[in-house]
Every structure is written in structure tokens, then in C-alpha cells.
């Protein structure tokens, strides 16, 4: 069951069109949100990032659009479901049907997916980079648009190549993240993330790790250009995102690396999730 503009039903009756702005132009925004026996984890920080987003993209928020209504929209479509209780969920927003590059509105319309999610980590975890194409830095990259060729390139061909996952870079080369997530280094007691200046999705689970980070005495958080040489230097590596949460890396063309600070960095976050509101 799917959740269109607040009405439950199977795909072949949600009445999308050909003339969807996220079809045709990728006008659309997402927030892909973890939800646990019925609870949507960090939905607070998924709720102002949504609105922040649709700000940006001079998109026109509806005055139903609380953060209890989107919620109650979200676990509505969960109960809708037949089994499970952990799921993934893909909140949609995209401009209503019609004009070119310019929209004839921009009002908005929204969808809701539920999938049934149990991911957990990998114990061997395989990345390499992507250097076909480039992700460009700036604000715009920051979002969770639906302009994600990039993303669906590096995939397939981090799926040729036998690897788990692959680095996305910037126009100057520097690492910005990995298809599905964002991505933290270890060296010593120095953690770097790449800068949201460099091009990186501004995750919520990013977020959450630099606070958990920032709060130990035994680490500095650095959130800076890396460059691909620092990744062989690395004593871990490690990604982020909202359903996983964090995945350790194990290898790195022919470097092999520890997980030992990822994995309690994990245990942390996994508290994190049972005790945030």
C-alpha cells in the first residue's frame, strides 16, 4: 500500500501521471526514514531537513505540512502493511503536474513507499572510487533530490566490479560520499567527514555521528576536504546512512582496515535511536 496525498492505495491505483515534475524534470525532493516498531527514528531532524529543502527549492509548503501530520502520514502507511516491524520509508515531494522548466505552480503533491527493511551491517564491506563523472560541490548537492544519475552510475558500476560500494568525487577530486550514504575516515584520534561545502547529502546519520563524536574526549572531528590518498593512510573507514546506520569499510583496493572505533561508534548510535524522541 502506497500514500498519496493522504489516500491508501496499491500502486496500480495511485493515479501519477506522465506529466509528474518528478518524472520529467526530477522536481522532486525525498527523505528516506527508518521506522521501528511503529516509531520513526530522528523523524525531527528528517522533518526540518524536508523543510528546509522544499524552502530551498522554492517549493510551497502546504499549512497541513506539520511535523505530527507527515508523522501520523508515515506510521498511516505503515499499519497499512501485512508484516514487519522494521521499514524503510520513502517520503516523495514534487511539484504538481504541468509546464516545462518552469512549473505551472508550486504547489506540491507527496508520496509515501514502505518496504520492509532489515539491513544489517555487512562483516566485509568492499569500496573503490568512481572517477567517470563528478559530483559538483555547492548547496544544490546537499539535497535529497531526485537527481541522482550519479548515484545510479557509480552503483552499477560498483556492482561490475565486485564491490560493495563506491566514493563519489568533486570537480576538484576530492571525496564528497558513497552512492548511498556519507562517509567518515580514521586516523589516530582525528574522524574527517567531507565538509557539506564539498558536495555531500547533508545526512541526518552524519549529523548524529559528529554529535555523538564531538561529545568524546578521545577523538577530534574534522569536517574538511579528504583527498583519495588519505583513504589508503586511514586506520578505518566507515558510511552513514539512515537505514544501515553506520558500515564499517573492510578494504579499499589493497588496503585492509580495522573496525573496532566504527563498531562502538554504532553501538553509540544504535542507543541514540531507541532513546531520541
Known amino acids: 500500500m502506497l500514500n498519496y496525498n493522504g489516500s491508501l ?4 491505483k495511485i493515479n501519477i501521471t506522465a506529466e509528474n515534475r518528478g518524472f520529467k524534470y526530477g522536481d522532486a525532493i525525498f527523505e528516506t526514514v527508518k521506522v521501528v516498531n511503529n516509531k520513526a527514528i530522528f523523524w525531527e531532524d528528517h522533518y526540518f531537513r524536508l523543510m528546509a529543502s522544499m ?3 522554492r517549493m510551497k509548503i502546504p499549512m497541513t505540512f506539520s511535523l505530527e501530520f507527515l508523522e501520523e502520514e508515515i506510521l498511516k502507511t505503515v499499519a497499512a502493511q501485512t508484516q514487519g516491524s522494521s521499514f524503510r520509508i520513502r517520503l516523495s515531494v514534487f511539484r504538481k503536474d504541468g509546464g516545462f522548466y518552469t512549473p505551472k505552480t508550486n504547489e506540491v503533491d507527496y508520496l509515501i513507499e514502505v518496504k ?6 555487512r562483516k566485509d564491506y568492499v569500496i573503490d572510487l568512481y572517477k567517470d563523472f563528478f559530483n559538483y560541490s555547492g548547496m544544490l548537492s546537499t539535497l535529497k533530490t531526485t537527481n541522482r544519475m550519479l548515484n545510479t552510475l557509480a552503483s552499477i558500476y560498483a556492482e ?3 564491490f560493495d560500494n563506491c566514493i563519489l568525487l568533486n570537480e576538484r577530486k576530492g571525496i564528497v560520499e558513497v552512492t548511498n550514504g556519507n562517509i567518515f ?12 561545502s564539498e558536495g555531500c547529502i547533508k545526512g541526518i546519520i552524519r549529523k548524529k555521528v559528529i554529535e555523538i563524536i564531538e561529545k568524546n574526549p578521545d577523538f577530534t572531528l574534522e569536517e574538511t576536504s579528504i583527498s583519495p590518498f588519505e583513504i589508503q593512510k586511514a586506520d578505518e573507514v566507515f558510511i552513514t546512512n539512515a537505514i544501515i546506520g553506520i558500515q564499517p569499510v573492510t578494504k579499499y583496493r589493497k588496503k585492509s582496515f580495522n573496525t573496532e572505533i566504527g563498531e562502538k561508534l ?8 531507541l532513546t531520541s524522541n
Open 266 to 273: 554504532a553501538s553509540s548510535l544504535r542507543v541514540l535511536q
Open 116 to 121: 520492509e527493511s532489515d539491513n544489517p551491517p
Open 185 to 196: 575516515i580514521i586516523k589516530d584520534n582525528i574522524i574527517k567527514t567531507p565538509a557539506l
Open 55 to 57: 524552502r530551498m527549492l
Open 9 to 12: 492505495d496499491y500502486l496500480s
Open 160 to 162: 561490475e566490479n565486485d
